[in-house]
């Protein structure tokens, strides 16, 4: 009975630590290109600039951390933004779900800007020589909606960037 457990547990161990060194380097294009810079447009038509870290989890996850700021097309007012995510995925191609932040400063207070909330899945394709491109749909939450509307609204975003 002891035989087959150790042979078993040998086996996993010798070919698990193989293929777990096969997954880092699938990954390796999420791995190695840790830092990136994008121009998005999400947000109600919101034009952001954004910096974003990716954190390596496991052999095919990461997340990511990102902020930005930009300016609102439709009021003029200047925002930050700001989202955290998930990767799935190997080599160039990734689902991306993940929750942002848009928070409106100097801004009319009479155009009645409020702070907005995302949840967002998306698809990312990032390339080993650092080109990435998202695209992603998205359900915007206002956080003071006015009363007369709804505060959820659905909204596509697209960002195209350089990994280094």
Do not use: C
């Not at 040998?10 to 830092?35: C, Y």
């Not at 929750?99 to 949840?119: K, N, T």
């Not at 998306?122 to 992603?136: D, E, L, S, W």
């Amino acid at each position: 009975m002891k035989t087959p457990l150790v042979l078993t547990l040998v086996f996993a161990l010798t070919f698990g630590s193989l293929n777990a060194q096969d997954m880092d380097q699938e990954v390796s294009s999420v791995v190695n290109r840790k830092n990136s810079v994008s121009l998005a447009i999400d947000f109600f038509l919101t034009l952001s600039v954004n910096y974003e870290r990716v954190i390596p989890l496991k052999e095919n996850i990461a997340m990511t951390v990102k902020g930005g700021l930009g300016r609102d097309a439709g009021n003029l007012a200047y925002v930050i933004t700001g989202e955290t995510a998930l990767l799935f995925g190997r080599q160039k191609k990734y689902f991306e779900p993940g929750i942002a932040f848009q928070y409106p400063f100097l801004f009319d207070v009479e155009a009645g800007d409020s702070p907005l909330l995302a949840i967002r899945a998306g698809y990312r394709y990032q390339t080993h020589g650092g080109f990435q491109f998202r695209i992603y749909p998205m359900l915007l939450i206002e956080t003071n909606p006015p009363e007369d509307s709804w505060g959820y609204y659905p909204w596509l975003g697209l960002s195209l960037g350089y990994s280094f």
